[in-house]
């Protein structure tokens, strides 16, 4: 039996997708057909055509970054905050939660761009400066040692695009202009701080990291409540970020992805579907 904040979630759940159904089957009456409005759309969004059939038959509730993509086409939006304040409230409500960039979400003078994102995709030493200005401060003479003279052709690129700003000679943090964080940006900040932040020697010193890798046989319950733990973790985690009290020099990373090592979904053939 459900409690009343499942049941509430539930509801949630229930009214957001039909909200973008509808606001998808509407896109769909310029076409003459639905199959071709709804490759049209898939190539023009960003998201899969499986994916736009299952949330129009009410399947499947698309995650912040689906939700946005269809919202940026069907608004013409580039910036995450544009699109979120043109949205229905309770959907802008939810991408406000579950946004990655949440700790900038409330700052009027903060833009989330695609354009960024992909020079963060493009450019390893961009992507690099990024994260180091996202996490705290970062210093010249540190970007000159570790990316010569292309890191410093970047920080003047990226003062000039208002992504970082000079708060005292030579040292630079982040500025307005920022990454909607794609899931392909993700991935490519994700490799970066696998390949170069990793630390083996931290590995096993308790309170210093933690880190583990886990593989083996599930059956469909056990995958989706394992997913379930580890979104409930992460919200956890969203939590203590969010509060500006907890602010510190300690520059923090994370990486939490789950997968199964085969292509097809586990969800794929019927009306059930994961946590998300």
């Not at 708060?167 to 920022?178: L, Q």
């Not at 890798?213 to 379930?228: C, H, K, P, R, T």
Request: charged share 25%; hydrophobic share 35%; aromatic share 10%.
């Amino acid at each position: 039996m459900l409690n009343n904040t499942n049941f509430e979630s539930a509801q949630e759940n229930a009214s957001r997708l039909s909200r973008v159904q509808s606001d998808l089957l509407l896109a769909l009456k310029e076409f003459p057909r639905e199959s071709t409005g709804i490759k049209i759309l898939s190539e023009k969004m960003g998201v899969s055509a499986r994916t736009l059939r299952r949330i129009i038959k009410g399947t499947h509730t698309p995650s912040y970054q689906t939700i946005l993509k269809i919202y940026r086409y069907l608004y013409g939006t580039k910036n995450d905050r544009e699109t979120i304040l043109s949205m229905p409230q309770d959907i802008a409500r939810y991408i406000k939660i579950e946004h990655d960039n949440f700790s900038f979400l409330d700052d009027e003078g903060v833009n989330f761009t695609e354009y960024i994102d992909d020079l963060i995709k493009n450019d390893s030493v961009f992507r690099s400066i990024y994260v180091e200005t996202a996490t705290g401060i970062t210093h010249k003479s540190k970007i000159g040692f570790e990316h010569g003279q292309h890191g410093l052709k970047v920080i003047e690129k990226m003062l000039q695009l208002n992504v970082i700003k000079e708060i005292e000679p030579e040292t630079y943090t982040a500025s307005i202009e920022r990454s909607c964080l794609t899931p392909n940006t993700l991935y490519e900040i994700g490799k970066y701080l696998l390949e170069y932040k990793y630390s083996q020697d931290k590995e096993g010193l308790r309170g210093e990291n933690f880190f583990n890798v886990y593989f083996d046989g599930l059956n469909q319950d056990a995958y989706n409540e394992v997913i379930s733990i580890q979104w409930e973790a992460m919200n956890k985690i969203k939590g203590i970020l969010k509060d500006k009290n907890n602010k510190g020099i300690h520059k923090f990373w994370t990486i939490t992805y789950t997968d199964t090592l085969v292509e097809n979904l586990i969800y794929g053939n019927d009306n059930k579907e994961v946590i998300q």
